[in-house]
C-alpha cells in the first residue's frame, strides 16, 4: 500500500512552470507537516519548502519568489507550484510527510523536474 504518492513534475524549458502534488493515505494520522525536498545527482538532500497543519510555511531562499507551497487538509495533499524553472533546479522532487502517529518522516516515491536552459 502506498503510503505518499506524488504527481506532476517533468521537463520544461528554463521560464516555464511545473506543479507537483502529493497525497498522503487517510490511513496517517495526526499529520502536522508536509512539504518538498528535491536531490540533484551528487547533492544532498535539500529543503525546497514546507507547510504545517496551521499553515505556517517556510521556503528555501533559492526558490523564494519563484515557489509556493498550498496544502488541502481535509485531504492530505500538499501543492507545489514552480515558476520562472531555472536548470538548477533539475532535480528529483520528494515529497514528505511528518505525523505524529509516526517515528519517521515519510517520503514519496520522487519525480523528476527536468529544466532545459
Known amino acids: 500500500q502506498v503510503e505518499v504518492q506524488q504527481s506532476g513534475g517533468g521537463s520544461v524549458q528554463a521560464g516555464g512552470s511545473l506543479r507537483l502534488s502529493c497525497t498522503a493515505s487517510r490511513y496517517i494520522l495526526s499529520i502536522y507537516r508536509m512539504g518538498w525536498y528535491r536531490q540533484a545527482p551528487g547533492n544532498r538532500r535539500e529543503m525546497v519548502a514546507l507547510?504545517?497543519?496551521?499553515?505556517?510555511?517556510v521556503v528555501a531562499e533559492s526558490v523564494k519568489g519563484r515557489f509556493t507551497i498550498g496544502r488541502d487538509g481535509a485531504r492530505n495533499t500538499v501543492f507545489l507550484q514552480m515558476n520562472n524553472l531555472k536548470p538548477e533546479d533539475t532535480a528529483v522532487y520528494f515529497c514528505s510527510v511528518d505525523a505524529r502517529s509516526r517515528t519517521d518522516t515519510l517520503w514519496g516515491q520522487g519525480t523528476q523536474v527536468t529544466v532545459s536552459s
Open positions: 507547510i504545517n497543519n496551521t499553515d505556517h510555511s
